[in-house]
């Protein structure tokens, strides 16, 4: 059984970090995805940025870049989202995502596994 389990949400204050985990277990990656999405409260999902389980390779949407690193650990199978500078538009529920499918993937239909999910608050 595929499972994503999501930690490290909470509240912080403008222009704080917080860092994110993403663990999983039930499936062996070599190849694929695992991204970022989050949800702002009343809006729809979106996409925050992904890592490239074979090559390491990462890709984030513009509103993140230079704000959001994503690393992993194979061994731990594990994913960061590591978060600077963090601003109030910031604040939604982080999904952390999986997918077998080559090449970036942006689209919430694109992937297949899905945590539950975990609130960051930003506070102006």
């Known amino acids: 059984q595929v499972q994503l389990v999501e930690s490290g949400g909470g509240l912080v204050q403008a222009g704080g970090s917080l860092r994110l985990s993403c663990a999983a277990s039930g499936l062996t990656f070599s190849r694929g995805s695992m991204g970022w999405f989050r949800q702002p409260p009343g809006a729809e999902r979106e996409f925050v940025g992904a890592i490239q389980w074979s090559g390491g390779g990462t890709y984030y949407t513009d509103s993140v870049k230079g704000r959001f690193t994503i690393y992993r650990d194979s061994a731990k199978r594990t994913q960061y989202l590591q978060m600077n500078s963090l601003k109030p538009e910031d604040t939604g529920v982080y999904y952390c995502?999986?997918?077998?499918?080559?090449?970036?993937?942006?689209?919430?239909?694109?992937?297949?596994?899905w945590g539950q999910g975990t609130q960051v608050t930003v506070s102006s």
């Open positions: 995502a999986a997918t077998f499918k080559l090449g970036e993937r942006v689209g919430e239909s694109e992937y297949d596994f």
